[in-house]
Structure formats: C-alpha cells, structure tokens
C-alpha cells in the first residue's frame, strides 16, 4: 500500500543571478511498512526534501501525498495539526522541551491534541526504548543518546503514517548512533512504522531496505538492498 506520493517536487530559493533551486522536479513514492535511507553529500537537497516531505516546508511547485491527502492543499493551521498527528518527526539536535520529563516530552503531541493518552503504548515505547527507569528524568539528566531516544518515543506515540528522521545520529558518539539504527529499525518491524532517515553516511545508509541517492536537488539513483 502506497503511504507517501512525491510528485514533480520543486524548492526554489533566491531569484535572478541568486536563484538557487535546492529540490529539482522529484517523484518517487514510499510503500507502508518501507524502511528508506535518502543519502547525498552536504548541499544535496536532501534535508530541504525531507522538511517537505513532512509538511514543514511547502514546496515552490509539486505535490505531495500522505495516505491519499495532497498535504499542501491544507491551511497553515490544518497543515500543522496534520504534521502533529500524521507525521512523526526527529531531529539531530533532539528538539525536547528542557522542562518537561520523559513522558512529557513524549506524550506532548497527544496533549497538544487534547488526545487521551494510550498508556499502554506509552508503557511498550518506554520499554522498547530502554527508559522505563528515565520516566522523571529532565533532558539535562539524560545523555545525548537517551535524548534521541525520547525524540523517537514522541516520534511514535501518535502512531503516525510517516517517521521522517533528519541526520538522527549526527550528534552522536558510534555506540550511540548504533542503538538509535536499530531502534529505528525496530520500530519499522514491530510496528511496521514507514520510516525515512536522511543521512550522509552510507554504513548508516546500508541498514535501510531502499537507498535514494540525491545530487544538486536531483535523485541520482534508486536502488532497493
């Protein structure tokens, strides 16, 4: 079953002399279930496709689906409450609420929905991620690793269509970005979670079930492990 569409997707910046288009007329589309690595060099297009593909950056030309919805036909306001329930999103540099503990931080886009809690997710998330002892712990309390995996944790409980991952481990030590590749590839087979990490390195790469290889806003190559 086809969960995301990519059609004839374009991002321009600048105009004239400086008009820079980072993302170049891209289609491709994702299966449910998919574990995709997009890979390119610094300045590919890679992570200006992924702020897209999520619905945080709308697209100077093209479309994109998100189970059957063109998202950028969407409000601002309705767009973000689509992102907030269907789009699961992790960023390299964790992004967590400095005052909130670990169930808070991970149960936040429940509450920013006004969403009853599902503690029995809640319960096998913070089991699958290693933090059942970390429930009441601040983000200064944990380490960079620990914090990543709070990022997934709230990535996940809304059980969205789409996890979308930004250079996940780029703020990581080897040992630590090891765990967070395969929580996420945990996460893809115990909860057939549809995931796509953009990352430059291919080791990291590798471990995924498709690679798209992206070069000055372009796919450049499309290959299935």
Same mark, same amino acid.
């Given at each position: 079953?086809?969960?995301?569409?990519?059609?004839?997707?374009?991002?321009?910046?600048?105009?004239?002399?400086?008009?820079?288009?980072?993302?170049?007329?891209?289609?491709?589309?994702?299966?449910?279930?998919?574990?995709?690595?997009?890979?390119?060099?610094?300045?590919?297009?890679?992570?200006?496709?992924?702020?897209?593909?999520?619905?945080?950056?709308?697209?100077?030309?093209?479309?994109?689906?998100?189970?059957?919805?063109?998202?950028?036909?969407?409000?601002?306001?309705?767009?973000?409450?689509?992102?907030?329930?269907?789009?699961?999103?992790?960023?390299?540099?964790?992004?967590?609420? +400095?005052?909130? /503990?670990?169930?808070?931080?991970?149960?936040?886009?429940?509450?920013?929905?006004? &969403?009853?809690? =599902? *503690? !029995?997710?809640?319960?096998?998330?913070?089991?699958?991620?290693?933090?059942?002892?970390?429930?009441?712990?601040?983000?200064?309390?944990?380490?960079?690793?620990?914090?990543?995996?709070?990022?997934?944790?709230?990535?996940?409980?809304?059980?969205?269509?789409?996890?979308?991952?930004?250079? +996940?481990?780029? /703020?990581?030590?080897?040992?630590?970005?090891?765990?967070?590749?395969?929580?996420? &590839?945990?996460? =893809? *087979? !115990?909860?057939?979670?549809?995931?796509?990490?953009?990352?430059?390195?291919?080791?990291?790469?590798?471990?995924?079930?498709?690679?798209?290889?992206?070069?000055?806003?372009?796919?450049?190559?499309?290959?299935?492990?």
């Amino acid at each position: 079953m086809e969960i995301l569409k990519v059609e004839n997707l374009s991002k321009t910046y600048g105009k004239g002399e400086n008009k820079v288009k980072a993302v170049d007329n891209i289609s491709f589309s994702v299966e449910k279930g998919e574990f995709v690595a997009i890979i390119g060099s610094s300045g590919s297009g890679k992570s200006t496709l992924l702020h897209m593909l999520g619905g945080v950056d709308r697209p100077t030309e093209g479309k994109v689906y998100i189970e059957g919805k063109d998202i950028y036909t969407l409000s601002d306001d309705n767009l973000a409450i689509f992102r907030r329930r269907q789009v699961g999103l992790i960023y390299q540099f964790y992004n967590l609420i +400095p005052v909130l /503990n670990v169930v808070e931080n991970i149960t936040l886009p429940c509450n920013l929905d006004g &969403k009853e809690i =599902n *503690k !029995k997710r809640l319960d096998d998330l913070l089991h699958t991620l290693g933090l059942e002892n970390r429930r009441n712990n601040l983000p200064n309390q944990l380490s960079g690793g620990q914090q990543q995996r709070v990022s997934i944790g709230r990535a996940m409980m809304n059980e969205p269509a789409i996890m979308l991952a930004d250079e +996940p481990t780029g /703020n990581l030590d080897s040992k630590a970005s090891e765990e967070i590749i395969s929580l996420l &590839k945990l996460s =893809n *087979k !115990k909860y057939n979670q549809t995931v796509i990490i953009i990352t430059h390195d291919e080791k990291i790469a590798l471990q995924a079930d498709r690679i798209i290889t992206i070069d000055d806003g372009k796919i450049i190559k499309d290959f299935k492990n």
